[in-house]
């Protein structure tokens, strides 16, 4: 997209950087269960994942803000859109896997109640 949409090769690089890092902190709290979802075991139930996370987010935009880490990290200042975009970008993978959870979930409770009923 951001090659597209004109950027640079430097800056879809960035984009794709930050993409991936953000889809993965977020996917570390659906990675807690196979088969509970986020909204069952709650954000802040493992306090040090959360802590851990929100550290490495806010490491990740210090990495794109400040001029000595842009230079030691090789990225370049972005927007609050381009953060908005890309984080909401990284979220597809977490709402992928809870999508799964949930279709895993009513089929169990399918089989259940056909395995169950009268003989």
């Known amino acids: 997209y951001e090659l597209r949409a004109g950027s640079s090769l430097a800056a879809a690089r960035n984009a ?5 890092v953000f889809a993965e902190l ?5 990675a807690r269960s196979e088969t509970r979802g986020i909204w069952e075991l709650g954000l802040f139930s493992n306090l040090r ?3 851990v996370v929100a550290a490495s987010f806010a490491l990740q935009l210090v990495i794109q803000r400040y001029s000595l880490a842009e230079e030691l990290f090789q990225t370049q200042p972005i927007s609050l859109a381009q953060c908005g975009a890309w984080v909401a970008l990284g979220a597809v993978p977490l709402a992928a896997l ?6 895993g979930a009513r089929q169990t409770k399918g089989k259940r109640r056909t395995s169950s009923g009268p003989r």
């Open 16 to 20: 794709a950087f930050s993409v991936l």
């Open 49 to 51: 994942l959360f802590a």
């Open 26 to 30: 977020m996917r570390a709290f659906g």
């Open 98 to 103: 809870e999508l799964s959870k949930l279709v």
